[in-house]
Each structure stands twice: as structure tokens, then as C-alpha cells.
């Protein structure tokens, strides 16, 4: 009696393919499906976690870094500090002359007449020659205003000896004579009486004397300031 023989399956459940040859099993399917992260090997380090996007960085033009900010110009100090002392020498002259020129000596006492810009001028032109001749050098901005204001101090002082020459010149042409041969001169009354002359002066000045001073070195530092900022 005749049997339908099987051929005997292979081990591990699957089935013998046609021709002889087994089945090789599927390879496993990686947990998530398309576009989930590849797992590492063998052999591989475990990868980093993602790093969340940063925010680009300026660029310049041609890739460069901005170029530094120019250096100050340079200056010779010592060339400023001298240019500042006969700028304060002649701007002090100057403002006596007007300071004289301006007053009404006929009168008794005489009418000296205030003004404010004189002194601006003078701090400006001692400013001009530190920050022309020094360069952007703020120790020569403090010298300059500290001349500006003797500039303008020494200006209301000789500027006053020459009112009193003048005061003193009328009444002898007055009284007529030899006086005016006695009269003193405006450097005597400064030089050689300058303590009367001081005492003089404080007695006639005001508020708006001392105002009017204290522009010349404001002047004197705001146009240092701006011709060594172009």
C-alpha cells in the first residue's frame, strides 16, 4: 500500500521552497518606519542629541571684521601749552583795551559797561590753539580753561588800571598845571599798586562780573572739545 510522502520541514517553522533550497527568514523591520533616526551599530558611539538652531551671526561685507575706530590725532603738548600761554597773554590785552575803551570816564564815578562775549572769545581762541596743537588730549583741555579764566581775570584787572589812568588823566587836565605830569601810568597803577588796585576792583564788581568770568573757560573746554571731535 502505497504512502504520499512528505519531505520534512526544516527547523524554525518555515516551509522548504521549491527547488530544494530553505527559505531565509525576512530581515526585522526598524521600530518607527521611514524618517525615524538611525540607530547606532556596533562599533559606533551613541550620536549626540540634535542641537536646537541658533541665530546667525551679523556679517560684514567682505567677510572681514569692522575695521578699529581711528586713533586720536597727535599732538606736541608742549607746543600747545606754549601757544595757549600767548594766546592767553595777547586775549587778555585785548579785553582790557576793550573793557577801557568801552567805559564812560567823563563820568563821576565813571560807567564801565559789562559784556559777555569778550570772555567767550578769549576761552575760544586759547581753546582753538590746545586743541589744534594738542590733539584730543583732555589734560590740555583742563590747562586751557585754566588760562582762559586767567586770561579774562588778568584782563579786568589791567582793563581797570587803565580806566583809573584815564579817570585820573581828566581830573588833572582839570585842575591843570604840573598834575598832569604826577598822573600814573596804567602798568605803575598795575604793577606797582596792585593791591589798591585789587581792592578797587572787587568794590565795583557784581554777580555778572563774576558770571562773565566763568564763560571763558566754558568756552575755552567746548571749543577744545569740538575741533578735537572732527
Known amino acids: ?33 521611514y524618517g525615524s533616526p538611525q540607530q547606532p551599530g556596533y562599533g559606533y558611539p551613541q550620536g549626540q542629541p540634535a542641537q536646537p538652531p541658533q541665530a ?18 597727535p599732538g606736541n603738548p ?22 577801557s575803551a568801552m567805559a564812560d570816564t567823563d563820568k563821576t564815578p565813571p560807567e564801565v559797561t559789562q559784556f559777555a562775549y569778550a570772555g567767550v572769545v ?34 579786568e584787572l589791567y582793563g581797570y588800571a587803565m580806566i583809573l589812568h584815564d579817570v585820573m588823566s581828566n581830573y588833572a587836565d582839570k585842575l591843570g598845571g604840573g598834575a598832569s605830569g604826577q ?14 588796585l585789587w581792592k578797587s576792583w572787587k568794590e565795583d564788581s557784581d554777580a555778572l562780573t563774576y558770571i562773565f568770568i566763568a564763560l571763558a573757560p566754558v568756552a575755552a573746554v567746548s571749543t577744545a572739545y569740538r575741533i578735537s571731535n572732527r
Open 1 to 33: 500500500m502505497s504512502q504520499n510522502w512528505q519531505q520534512p520541514q526544516q527547523p524554525g517553522g518555515y516551509p522548504q521552497q521549491p527547488g530544494g533550497y530553505p527559505q531565509q527568514p525576512a530581515p526585522p523591520q526598524q521600530a518607527g518606519g
Open 56 to 73: 546667525p551671526q551679523p556679517q560684514y561685507g567682505g567677510g572681514f571684521p569692522p575695521p578699529a575706530p581711528p586713533a586720536g590725532r
Open 78 to 99: 608742549l607746543l600747545a601749552v606754549g601757544a595757549a600761554i600767548v594766546a592767553t597773554l595777547v586775549g587778555a590785552f585785548l579785553y582790557a583795551f576793550l573793557l
Open 122 to 155: 578769549v576761552g575760544a581762541l586759547i581753546g582753538l590753539a590746545v586743541a589744534k596743537l594738542g590733539g584730543r588730549n583732555t589734560g590740555l583741555w583742563v590747562v586751557g580753561a585754566v588760562l582762559a579764566l586767567a586770561a579774562v581775570f588778568l584782563g
Open 183 to 196: 598822573v600814573l601810568s596804567s602798568n605803575e597803577i598795575f604793577f606797582d599798586h596792585f593791591s589798591d
